[in-house]
């Protein structure tokens, strides 16, 4: 089944605690994507990548960051979270282009 | 750079009753423009999805959307909608980025549908 698998679920943290979301997807998918999703802003994308070793900025890079090692991973890491990191993030993969095809069940995370 | 309005946040119908949900997009270059369906707890699905070619695109559960380039719109319907129907939906847009020569894809802020017995 193809999927794009994301953990934790949910992750409650504090300020300033280093923290990584995983990301893994099963479909050979060379385009991947982080976005996060707030109350009336829909989706808002963080950092994409179009290939290993390949990453580049969103609209809302700050504070992040991404590396892909393998074509399947694409983890999101806050070295430093602060409050207003507290989201619900989404992973997604697509075969070529931008316009995700599959999307992750989403992270929720809260940052106090 | 591209834009997306979703002009209603919400839209309350009754069930069986016919639906539709406006986008409107701006861009300086050719576009290609997607629908996202979200129900609650899980992540977003792809609906439909506007290449080029027929301007009318029909998508999963029932779904259609007309791509209208003098006016700039991507408007969602659906004839008849049911109680399952209850969820967010998102527009979206994308375009080349000539200048990075990389993809640029932006979605609408969403409109939440609430379909009632």
């Known amino acids: 089944e193809a999927q794009v698998t994301q953990n934790p679920r949910y992750l409650i943290t504090v300020t300033g605690k280093k923290l990584t979301v995983t990301c893994s997807q099963n479909?050979?998918?060379?385009?991947m994507s982080w976005y996060r999703q707030d109350p009336g802003l829909g989706l808002r994308q963080i950092y994409y990548?179009?290939?290993?070793?390949?990453?580049d900025k969103g609209d809302v890079p700050e504070g992040y960051k991404v590396s892909r090692k393998e074509k399947r991973n694409f983890p999101l890491i806050l070295e430093s979270p602060s409050p207003n990191q507290t989201s619900l993030y989404f992973c997604?993969?697509?075969?070529?282009?931008?316009?995700?095809?599959?999307f992750g069940d989403g992270t929720r995370l809260s940052i106090l | 750079a591209q834009s997306v309005t979703q002009l209603d946040s919400q839209v309350p119908v009754f069930e069986e009753a016919p639906v539709e949900l406006r986008c409107n997009y701006s861009?300086?270059?050719?576009?290609?423009l997607f629908w996202y369906v979200q129900y609650p707890n899980q992540g977003l699905q792809l609906l439909l999805k506007?290449?080029?070619?027929?301007?009318l695109v029909k998508g999963i559960n029932g779904f259609e959307a007309e791509f209208n380039k003098s006016q700039t719109s991507f408007h969602l319907r659906k004839p008849s909608v049911h109680i399952s129907d209850t969820a967010e939906y998102f527009c979206?847009?994308?375009?080349?980025?000539?200048?990075?020569?990389?993809?640029?894809?932006?979605f609408g802020k969403g409109t939440k549908l609430t379909v009632n017995p």
């Open positions: 506007y290449l080029s070619g027929s301007t």
């Open positions: 979206a847009v994308g375009a080349l980025d000539y200048q990075g020569g990389s993809e640029k894809l932006v």
């Open positions: 479909m050979n998918h060379e385009y």
């Open positions: 997604a993969s697509s075969l070529g282009g931008a316009a995700p095809q599959h």
């Open positions: 861009s300086s270059v050719s576009v290609y």
């Open positions: 990548s179009m290939n290993v070793e390949v990453t």
